[in-house]
């Protein structure tokens, strides 16, 4: 499957944006989707994750209660709403796509990514 990031772009702190992950190709519905990010310097990190059949989610501790990833099958899609973003939420964000049920968390499991969107939020 092929990954396509899209909606970064430059906000203020307190602002919300949404990221959508386009995939093509076939039984998207069969792949888990996470959302990572990085940032300068820094490694590439965790930030959400939802299975295939969208039944469950799970998301980093430092985005809990602020970010939501859904998915619509349908239109072999996955967002991942951002709100009340901080200074700390800059990033490139990516998202990948793996052939399983549940949900993955490192990295090292995805064959397929998004080249990435690039997110800055200023104070």
């Known amino acids: 499957v092929q990954l396509q990031a899209s909606g970064g772009g430059l906000v203020q702190a307190g602002d919300s944006l949404r990221l959508s992950c386009a995939a093509s190709?076939?039984?998207?519905?069969?792949?888990?989707v996470s959302w990572f990010r990085q940032a300068p310097g820094k490694e590439r990190e965790f930030v959400a994750g939802?299975?295939?059949?969208?039944?469950?989610?799970d998301y980093a501790d430092s985005v809990k209660g602020r970010f939501t990833i859904s998915r619509d099958n349908a239109k072999n899609t996955v967002y991942l709403q951002m709100n009340s973003l901080r200074p700390e939420d800059t990033a490139v964000y990516y998202c990948?796509?793996?052939?399983?049920?549940?949900?993955?968390?490192?990295?090292?499991?995805?064959?397929?990514w998004g080249l990435g969107t690039q997110l800055t939020v200023s104070s």
């Open positions: 939802i299975s295939r059949s969208g039944g469950s989610t």
């Open positions: 190709g076939r039984a998207f519905s069969s792949y888990t």
């Open positions: 990948a796509a793996q052939y399983y049920s549940g949900i993955y968390y490192n990295p090292n499991n995805f064959q397929s």
